[in-house]
């Protein structure tokens, strides 16, 4: 990848550029139009939201604003818990096109699975929402169905009855948390794995070995996060909410990391994680 708009392809044959603007915890109004089309300037052609980030309108509003035509934008947005079931899944979809102010959506994604801690009948719940997320890839209302928080025995119950295969997994990535398990379960069933919070929510910034690191390159941690989740074949979708930052996190194609720092960083001991792990998924609300 050597530059923003550079694109990984997914299984489907859709395109989509290797680093994606996050807005988690970005909260809704100026804050995150303003992002946006901050975000739009310094070159991001992708963005990603979700329903339960409440700022969806916000990013719509950003997007008009940007100056940049819809067609040049790669948007996901993603399906929220109290959703679940093909009838809601697709009333759900039609909301977020709404208020983002757009008549498709290039992903779009289940945001967590049901898990069987909370659902004895979770296998038929998340099979239920696929066969939605389907319907509405066939209707031509989506470019591409993934999911998001999913470990290999959630995407393996899903396969047991999908009749169009996931193209992506949003899981929470970055040095200290990586989850290789699932990441190389993703790759070997040709789906790409993006990673939220590629910087941990910000707390890997201050990390020593990090910085370290980033002084040899004469670059930021958060770049050298960046770059990490770039050579490891995953797709960063790093968030800030100040111009000097967002545009700063773009500057990751001048340089490469080399096969030690790759492996320094991969060995790293765990962070610990931003999150919620997916059996623990939220009921309802964040
Ligand atoms: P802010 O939005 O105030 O800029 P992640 O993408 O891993 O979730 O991390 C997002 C967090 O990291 C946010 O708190 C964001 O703060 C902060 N952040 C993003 N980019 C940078 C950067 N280049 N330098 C310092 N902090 C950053």
């Known amino acids: 990848m050597n530059k923003l708009t550079d694109a990984y392809t997914l299984n489907n044959g859709v395109e989509i550029p290797c680093i994606g ?90 945001h967590w699975p049901a898990v069987e801690k909370a659902d004895k009948n979770w296998k038929e719940t998340n099979a239920s929402t696929w066969r939605g997320f389907e319907k509405l890839y066939r209707d031509g209302k989506i470019r591409a169905i993934g999911v998001s928080n999913f470990l ?25 948390y990586c989850q290789w398990d699932c990441v190389n379960w993703c790759r070997e069933h040709d789906i790409l794995v993006e990673a939220w919070s590629p910087l941990g929510c910000g707390r890997m910034l201050g990390d020593k070995t990090l910085k370290n690191i980033a002084e040899k390159y004469g670059k930021t941690v ?24 967002i545009a700063s996190n773009t500057k990751v194609f001048d340089f490469m990391l080399s096969d030690e720092d790759m492996s320094v960083i991969t060995a790293m001991p765990p962070s610990g994680m931003s999150g919620f792990y997916p059996e623990e998924a939220p009921a309802d609300s964040l």
Not at 26 to 33: D, N, Q, R, V
Not at 154 to 173: G, K, Y
């Open 152 to 176: 290999p025995e959630h995407l393996a119950a899903l396969s047991e009855t999908a009749e169009i295969r996931p193209t992506v997994n949003q899981i929470e990535f970055h040095p200290g």
């Open 21 to 110: 603007f996050g807005t988690w915890q970005t909260p809704s109004g100026e804050t995150a139009k303003n992002s946006v089309i901050a975000a739009l300037k310094h070159g991001y052609r992708h963005i990603d939201t979700a329903a339960i980030y409440g700022n969806e309108e916000s990013v719509g509003d950003g997007m008009k604003a940007g100056g940049i035509s819809r067609e040049e934008i790669f948007l996901t947005t993603k399906h929220w818990v109290s959703e679940r079931g093909y009838e809601k899944t697709i009333a759900a979809a039609e909301a977020s096109l709404k208020r983002l102010k757009t008549d498709y959506l290039d992903l779009y994604l289940i």
């Open 222 to 245: 958060a770049q050298i996060c960046i770059k990490f989740a770039l050579q490891s074949g995953v797709l960063p979708l790093p968030k800030s909410t100040h111009e000097d930052r």
